[in-house]
């Protein structure tokens, strides 16, 4: 269970609302489009970025406040607060992967939860180098306030046998990466499913940026 709420960092992350959340800003492109001949570059998560938006699990009717912060290639995820029916932080700090849900649907609030370490050696580089292997699924439009042009980038996690045939092998999480079209380290919205989300029934989250600059954040 330690990496259960880890986010987008493991890719291996929430009390039910009166309401259904709203839908994510709808990706997609209108009308017909030019072939664009680039070569787009992957997902980037940059040393220094701090980004605002919103965090939606839909089935469980969530869309709370979300935080994402980076300082010297550390990092820091907040969704929710001691306000909202979520509220649970993960960080990237000194290469180690750390999870700590606070407030979460059918969770006991007491004894408080112990921060949980995710065993092993994990980093910013380590993260960026899976990206690398992430799957252009084209270019869209994000649907807003503000319309926002993006590629689209899936990135998977699969056990068993990476040889291709009959052998046996099952999925263990799945990424949707929107990234600004001009700066891949411009994150606007992700898509995570699987394992990962354990204490979601639909095993499903969503996040959204309204803001996303390079300006170092703040990690605590």
């Not at 993006?150 to 990466?177: C, N």
């Not at 079209?181 to 394992?195: S, Y």
Request: proline share 11%; charged share 20%.
């Amino acid at each position: 269970m330690a990496a259960v709420a880890g986010g987008l960092f493991a890719l291996g992350v929430v009390a039910p609302g009166p309401a259904a959340a709203p839908l994510p800003r709808a990706a997609q492109a209108d009308g017909p489009t030019t072939p664009d001949p680039r070569e787009p570059r992957p997902p980037l998560l940059p040393a220094d970025f701090q980004g605002t938006g919103r965090y939606i699990v839909r089935d469980l009717g969530i869309d709370v406040p979300f935080s994402w912060q980076g300082r010297d290639g550390n990092s820091q995820m907040i969704a929710g607060g001691p306000d909202h029916p979520i509220w649970f932080t993960n960080l990237i700090y000194e290469n180690t992967l750390y999870t700590l849900t606070y407030r979460w649907p059918n969770i006991p609030l007491f004894p408080p939860r112990e921060c949980s370490k995710v065993p092993g050696f994990f980093n910013r580089q380590i993260f960026n180098d899976k990206l690398k292997t992430a799957r252009y699924m084209g270019p869209e439009i994000l649907q807003g306030e503000k319309d926002r042009h993006v590629d689209h980038w899936r990135v998977g996690v699969v056990g068993g046998s990476t040889v291709p045939g009959e052998f046996f092998r099952f999925p263990l999480a799945l990424g949707d990466i929107y990234v600004d079209q001009r700066d891949p380290g411009r994150w606007w919205q992700v898509l995570q499913f699987g394992l990962q989300n354990l204490f979601d029934p639909e095993l499903d989250e969503w996040f959204t940026m309204d803001t996303f600059d390079h300006r170092p954040g703040q990690v605590t």
